[in-house]
């Protein structure tokens, strides 16, 4: 059995506002979200905007907002994840790939935001020399993925995490990122990515967790995903409901 990297059991996450009279009043965002990911392994977490999906990483990364209240276990390689030893694993041992490609500073060189080792990755990923010496608003949207792909590759991290990494991408480009995702899996890496597009996914990572309006529907294998073995209707309604599986299910009936 590989190394597990990364134990999310139990987690909850609720944030505190106040309306109109000072009432202080808590929305619930994910309730009893488990995730766990060995070496080796790609898992998704799939949903529809909205879905909580990304509050994870930022748990996982420790920018969540001051109002936030969380509990459950997080466990990084069987140790528990503390603030203080996620401030010490994130940029390390735990490395995100972002949704947005603004994360490129506008006035740096690519080369220089990069640094040494990450552009010593370029050739790998398609990007050639001449991208060291471009700004970010020189980039298409494919070569931009790929430079954050390089950073995040370029760590020691055992841990990557993909925010919707394939978002207003083209099939081609989409493809093509996945691809390099499922390279570092493969390499021994545990990749977690975030993603509305669960037929996309289906198609790279090892397992599905399945989320809807903060909750955790299920778990399961890509293969029993596509078995049709899944354990709960909304999962089948939302396999059904792609436009890849011919709109079988109509939308409008999902929970």
Same mark, same amino acid.
């Given at each position: 059995?590989?190394?597990?990297? =990364?134990?999310?059991?139990?987690?909850?996450?609720? $944030?505190?506002?106040? !309306?109109?009279?000072?009432?202080?009043? !808590? /929305?619930?965002?994910?309730?009893?979200?488990?995730?766990?990911?060995?070496?080796?392994?790609?898992?998704?977490?799939?949903?529809?905007?909205?879905?909580?999906?990304? *509050? =994870?990483?930022?748990?996982?990364?420790? &920018?969540?907002?001051?109002?936030?209240?969380?509990?459950?276990?997080?466990? +990084?390689? @069987?140790?528990?994840?503390?603030?203080? *030893?996620?401030?010490?694993?994130?940029? %390390?041992? #735990?490395?995100?790939?972002?949704? !947005?490609?603004?994360?490129?500073?506008? =006035?740096?060189?690519? @080369?220089? +935001?990069?640094?040494?080792?990450?552009?010593?990755? +370029?050739?790998?990923?398609?990007?050639?020399?001449?991208?060291?010496?471009?700004?970010?608003?020189?980039?298409?949207?494919?070569?931009?993925?790929?430079?954050?792909i390089s950073c995040a590759a370029s760590t020691d991290a055992d841990l990557l995490i993909?925010?919707?990494?394939?978002?207003?991408? %083209?099939?081609?480009?989409?493809?093509?990122?996945?691809?390099?995702?499922?390279?570092?899996?493969?390499?021994?890496?545990?990749? =977690?990515? #975030?993603?509305?597009?669960?037929?996309?996914? !289906?198609?790279?990572?090892?397992?599905? /967790? &399945?989320?809807?309006? @903060?909750? /955790?529907?299920? /778990?399961?294998? &890509?293969?029993?995903?596509?078995?049709?073995?899944?354990?709960?209707? $909304?999962?089948?309604?939302?396999?059904?409901?792609?436009?890849? %599986?011919? +709109?079988?299910?109509?939308?409008?009936?999902?929970?």
């Amino acid at each position: 059995m590989k190394e597990k990297i =990364l134990e999310v059991n139990q987690l909850n996450m609720a $944030f505190t506002s106040y !309306s109109k009279g000072l009432y202080k009043q !808590s /929305t619930q965002a994910i309730h009893n979200l488990s995730v766990n990911i060995h070496a080796g392994e790609m898992v998704a977490v799939a949903g529809a905007s909205g879905s909580g999906k990304s *509050l =994870l990483a930022h748990a996982l990364l420790g &920018i969540l907002p001051s109002n936030a209240c969380v509990n459950g276990t997080m466990n +990084f390689k @069987g140790q528990e994840m503390t603030p203080k *030893l996620i401030q010490q694993l994130r940029g %390390n041992k #735990i490395a995100l790939i972002p949704q !947005s490609v603004s994360c490129l500073n506008p =006035l740096m060189k690519v @080369g220089k +935001f990069a640094g040494k080792k990450a552009c010593s990755l +370029f050739p790998r990923y398609g990007l050639s020399k001449e991208v060291e010496n471009l700004y970010p608003h020189e980039l298409s949207g494919g070569m931009a993925r790929r430079v954050l792909i390089s950073c995040a590759a370029s760590t020691d991290a055992d841990l990557l995490i993909a925010d919707e990494p394939t978002a207003g991408l %083209n099939d081609e480009l989409a493809h093509e990122t996945m691809k390099h995702l499922r390279e570092l899996a493969d390499e021994g890496k545990a990749v =977690l990515l #975030i993603t509305h597009d669960l037929y996309l996914a !289906s198609q790279y990572v090892d397992t599905v /967790t &399945i989320m809807y309006e @903060g909750k /955790t529907i299920e /778990t399961l294998s &890509i293969e029993a995903l596509k078995n049709g073995k899944w354990k709960d209707s $909304f999962t089948e309604q939302l396999w059904r409901a792609l436009p890849e %599986n011919e +709109f079988i299910c109509d939308i409008k009936d999902m929970k």
